[in-house]
């Protein structure tokens, strides 16, 4: 059974910085992408940000790119994303996904979900 553990969500002001982990267990994978989809009140799901190791690439969203880093560990399964200048519209349930193949923006595409960690950005 895969589980993906996020910690690392909470309460900041506006221009702070949080940093979420995650760790993935009950299966390893040999040609895989992490990363984090996120969903506001009232708002769809939207795609954040992805990491890949075959080839070593990332992808982010226009709305977090140059504030927001992906990072990973391929051999650990782990995933963590830093989060700087955030803004209140960063407020979201964040989750950790997996899929096998390719970056896709696509929520439907990753065949793992975490359960959420919340982050609020209070102005």
């Known amino acids: 059974q895969v589980q993906l553990v996020e910690s690392g969500g909470g309460l900041v002001q506006t221009g702070g910085s949080l940093r979420l982990s995650c760790t993935v267990s009950g299966r390893a994978f040999s040609r895989h992408v992490m990363g984090w989809f996120r969903q506001a009140p009232g708002k769809e799901r939207e795609f954040v940000a992805a990491i890949g190791w075959i080839p070593a690439s990332t992808s982010y969203a226009n709305s977090v790119k140059g504030r927001f880093t992906i990072s990973g560990d391929n051999a650990k399964n782990t995933v963590s994303l830093q989060m700087n200048s955030l803004k209140p519209e960063d407020t979201a349930v964040y989750y950790c996904?997996?899929?096998?193949?390719?970056?896709?923006?696509?929520?439907?595409?990753?065949?793992?979900w975490g359960q959420g960690t919340l982050v609020t950005v209070s102005s």
């Open positions: 996904v997996v899929k096998s193949g390719n970056f896709s923006p696509r929520g439907s595409e990753y065949d793992y």
